[in-house]
Nanobody, 120 residues
Framework: VQLQASGGGLVQPGGSLRLSCVAS????????LGWFRQAPGKRRELVAR???????NYADSVKGRFTISRDNAKKTGYLDMNNLKSGDTAVYYC???????????????WGQGTQVTVSS
């Protein structure tokens, strides 16, 4: 199983970006999918997560600005980021708990990071 993240880039304050995370491999169920971020000198933090039933949770700092969603048929998760601020600058990582075709328990997977820079 692999996760491939994309969509990062340089954007001005107030701008928008959409991150995508595509899961591939021997997958039965994607239990949950989330986005984390890590700014220089800071710990990695949860930004948003979406569960199999569609429920979501968000970090307080992004509530009302970011929206997480998933397309189960495409095995893809998205993070729509609006009204971006300089404090959102970080490397963003997708994360998922996936039940594969082998084994009875979901395992945790990480994608490679994608850089988001918010600057004028």
């Amino acid at each position: 199983v692999q996760l491939q993240a994309s969509g990062g880039g340089l954007v001005q304050p107030g701008g928008s970006l959409r991150l995508s995370c595509v899961a591939s491999g021997s997958i039965r169920v994607i239990n949950s999918l989330g986005w984390f971020r890590q700014a220089p000198g800071k710990r990695r933090e949860l930004v948003a997560r979406i569960f199999g039933d569609g429920s979501t949770n968000y970090a307080d700092s992004v509530k009302g600005r970011f929206t997480i969603s998933r397309d189960n048929a495409k095995k893809t998760g998205y993070l729509d980021m609006n009204n971006l601020k300089s404090g959102d600058t970080a490397v963003y990582y997708c994360n998922a708990w996936i039940l594969g075709t082998v084994g009875d328990f979901p395992l945790e997977y990480w994608g490679q990071g994608t850089q988001v820079t918010v600057s004028s």
